[in-house]
């Protein structure tokens, strides 16, 4: 049955493709569909590698001494090495063994070279690339890494020897099904590789062109009104990691021509389109002292949210190798484990958000060749970039660079991007430096190298009566002259705006055991309003920091059962906001109304699949965000751009009730109040729903119309996964934004330091890219139950019980 099934998989994807290509021409990126079901190196031949063998010795050139690798019921390798490089060899070799095509599709997309092998399609996506520059920007990191010779260089060799052994060794049949479907074949792997992989994760979570869109808002309403709608600092409760002292005031400026603003945001959408989804609803990570706990140990909880995708954004591992004892998530292409326990410390990562990019109105000579700065021209740098097309000529890209950065656009105005992101460097070694720490001095030491993106990192130990945790928002902040706030494109000649230093890394947000006895944080701003230096001012909303926070001030004795409880958590803190004020003013037309009014007034704000009364929440807020707001961003010609944040809106709901925003602007002869418009947003959410799913109150539930989605990064259908009902929404702390859900948790860890090996994880996907394998999507069943699989650790091979091997390799110098 289980071959049948296998069979009829691989049809269904050979298939699949031909809707994509005839069976004799090739269209676009896929091979004839001949070559797709030839017996001898098509689809079929995936099958017979689906699974690793029981017990195989592999002789592979580059190894010093042997290496065993255990793995477990689900795929996962535990590596015993006798030094760190062999061991770091071997996570090469096993991350191409199980991955080796995300590694490349990822790195390609980084590199700007994904029309190479996916066609004219993507050039878009290769252009924008090549001009922000990862490309050149990871080659002159990697040289100059491997100049300085530290431990990431070596780490970072050794590992690329691992994974060019595998392709070395890998016969073409072989290879995984996507080189096969795409019709080409894995280039030798380097350190500039990781490097870029590194750099597209980086701007995956700290490139934003959110200046862009305030601008346009501020064009179109005004710069009052705009900051009335986005405010410089979030409103509400917002749990800050480090309130601060000092203040700071600021003025604001708006330089750059629509066409300009509009022109980089079609390039940045449509690059954004082509890649793997990093940036995502968000992360949550906390830590809570030993002295607040059952069991007088700390506690860790990290789920940084992402891209859902398969193969999976992680890939779990445990490493004894040399120094390196270490357990948790890695990322395919890049040695170190981003977020996981060494036995001694724990870890974890959440975005910060902060402002490190800005946009810079340029004004060049008439021949273009020099920008004016200060009074004075300076030259304009060029450089080439060829693009390699499918099926097509290359394509010669010139890209130009001020002192700013790389020229976006010259659509009515010239724009130039300066970002953090070029100062990537040496994050690896900071990572791999963390995974060796055994405390907090050692911990905090290792992230003075890592700069891009910035991150929260949460930290936990069991030294001393019970135990330390911090947090640190760490990375590179910039400190900009005068007074300006850099929320849109900004004056590039008059050198009013520019970047003069860095904040001092002691200057960074933290908390190391703070007198609450937790740490957290969710995206929230990470400093008060009284903080000296400028992060930035577009953060998140604060409601899932606001629930970690009241479940933590309320459980003085967490035990790791309330622990993992609190991370499967869908309490929806802004729907305890608005129900109220609904329930409050709200008037039932007729039964249907009442009986969606009763199902408010008796719920939990627990966004639960079964749950009428969220599906009636989720629907309202649409409708009331449309009746707040639709009408002037129509009158203001704003349509489609985005609406203000929930907090935004709680604060005018609460705070602010009078006419404003809630007067619509379409009905001249009345002006509406705050109650009226909860009124009509609730008969309009009531009448969609009963135009949706009837008057049968009862089938209207959550999971009815709220799912997960697990797309392939090819998005052919049969390598996908879902949609499946589910729980969350974007509030919640197990997050499940929009009806259907493409981003959440990538990776959930709890770890307990009264009993290590009874700590937990889980990711949504499985550690194989092969879609006929067992392990290639075995976690994601665990991970929508709310389940976990053990994280333990041994630290011999001979310490790891029959039971939880499935497989064993034996990697020997060849």
Do not use: C
Not at 26 to 51: E, K, N, Q, Y
Not at 390 to 417: C, D, I, Y
Not at 424 to 447: G, H, M, P, Y
Not at 753 to 775: E, I, K
Request: net charge negative; proline share 7%; charged share 20%.
């Amino acid at each position: 049955m289980r071959r049948a099934n296998g069979a009829k998989f691989l049809l269904s994807i050979a298939l699949s493709a031909a809707v994509l290509g005839s069976f004799s021409i090739p269209l676009g990126a896929f091979p004839p569909f001949g070559s797709l079901v030839d017996p001898t190196a098509g689809v079929w031949t995936i099958g017979p590698i689906a699974r690793h063998p029981g017990d195989a010795s592999v002789a592979v050139e580059g190894l010093s001494s042997p290496v065993t690798v255990l793995r477990d019921g689900h795929g996962v390798p535990r590596i015993y090495a006798s030094s760190g490089e062999d061991g770091w060899f071997a996570l090469g070799y096993l991350h191409a063994q199980d991955r080796l095509w995300q590694m490349d599709i990822q790195y390609r997309a980084g590199a700007g070279r994904l029309a190479e092998v996916l066609g004219p399609d993507f050039l878009e996506a290769d252009r924008f690339f090549r001009t922000i520059g990862l490309n050149w920007i990871a080659r002159a990191a990697a040289e100059a890494r491997d100049a300085a010779g530290e431990l990431d260089a070596d780490v970072m060799r050794a590992y690329a020897s691992g994974v060019n052994a595998f392709i070395k060794s890998t016969a073409p049949a072989d290879l995984p099904l996507e080189f096969k479907l795409l019709d080409y074949r894995p280039e030798p792997w380097s350190p500039e590789k990781t490097v870029t992989e590194g750099l597209l994760l980086a701007w995956g979570l700290a490139g934003s062109f959110v200046d862009l869109e305030y601008a346009l808002l501020e064009e179109a309403f005004g710069p009052g009104a705009a900051r009335e709608l986005f405010p410089l600092y979030p409103i509400g409760p917002q749990e800050p990691i480090e309130p601060g002292p000092g203040i700071r005031s600021f003025v604001q400026q708006g330089l750059a021509s629509p066409e300009a603003l509009r022109d980089i945001l079609r390039k940045a959408a449509a690059a954004r389109a082509a890649l793997p989804t990093f940036a995502g609803a968000g992360s949550n990570n906390w830590a809570v002292h030993g002295s607040r706990t059952a069991s007088g140990r700390p506690l860790l909880a990290a789920d940084p949210h992402l891209g859902f995708q398969l193969p999976a954004v992680w890939y779990q591992a445990e490493l004894h190798a040399g120094p390196f004892d270490v357990r948790g998530a890695t990322f395919p292409g890049i040695p170190g484990f981003f977020f996981g326990t060494n036995g001694r410390i724990a870890w974890g990562e959440t975005n910060t958000g902060a402002d490190v990019t800005d946009f810079y109105v340029e004004t060049f000579s008439e021949d273009g060749t020099k920008a004016l700065y200060r009074g004075s021209w300076e030259d304009v740098a060029v450089h080439r970039e060829t693009i390699g097309v499918r099926g097509g000529t290359p394509e010669v890209l010139e890209v130009r660079e001020t002192r700013h950065g790389p020229v976006l656009t010259e659509e009515g105005q010239t724009v130039a991007m300066r970002s953090t992101i070029t100062e990537f460097r040496e994050e690896l070694k900071a990572i791999l430096l963390v995974n060796l720490a055994s405390n907090w001095t050692q911990f905090r030491d290792a992230l003075r190298t890592w700069r891009v993106p910035a991150q929260n990192f949460v930290y936990a130990d069991a030294d001393g009566s019970g135990g330390n945790i911090g947090i640190r928002s760490n990375g590179l902040f910039p400190i900009r002259n005068g007074t300006v706030v850099p929320r849109v494109p900004l004056d590039g000649t008059s050198g009013d705006a520019e970047w003069t230093g860095w904040v001092p890394f002691d200057d960074y947000p933290e908390a190391f055991n703070p007198p609450q006895g937790f740490v957290a944080s969710a995206n929230q701003v990470p400093v008060g309003d009284r903080y000296p230096y400028y992060l930035g001012t577009f953060w998140d909303d604060g409601y899932r920091a606001r629930r970690i926070h009241a479940i933590l001030e309320a459980d003085a004795s967490m035990t790791f059962e309330d622990l993992r409880a609190s991370q499967l958590d869908v309490v929806d803190v802004a729907a305890s906001v608005f129900v109220p004020e609904l329930l409050r003013v709200g008037v039932a037309r007729d039964a249907t109304d009442r009986s969606v009014l009763d199902a408010l007034d008796a719920w939990d704000f627990r966004m639960t699949k079964e749950s009428v009364a969220s599906r009636a929440w989720w629907s309202f807020l649409l409708a009331y965000r449309e009746a707040v707001f639709a009408d002037e961003y129509e009158a203001a010609g704003a349509a489609g751009m985005s609406y203000p944040q929930e907090s935004t809106l709680e604060s005018m709901t609460l705070r602010n009730p009078e006419p404003s925003w809630f007067d619509d602007v379409r009905t001249a002869s009345n002006t509406e109040s705050r109650d009226e418009i909860l009124q009509r947003a609730f008969e309009a959410a009531v009448d969609g729903l009963v135009a949706e799913a009837g008057t049968n109150v009862s089938a209207w539930t959550w999971g009815a119309v709220h799912s997960r989605v697990f797309d392939h990064l090819t998005n052919l259908a049969p390598l996908s996964r879902g949609p499946y009902p589910s729980e969350g929404d974007s509030f919640t702390l197990n997050v499940a934004g929009g009806l259907s859900a493409r981003h959440g948790p990538s990776w959930r860890q709890l770890i307990d330091f009264s009993d290590l090996n009874g700590s937990l994880a889980v990711y949504p996907g499985g550690q194989s890219g092969n879609p006929v394998s067992p392990h290639y999507a075995d976690l994601l069943d665990l991970h929508l139950a709310g389940e976990y699989a053990p994280f333990r650790a041994y630290g011999t091979a001979a310490l790891v019980p029959a039971a939880e091997i499935e497989s064993i390799l034996r990697l020997l110098p060849g």
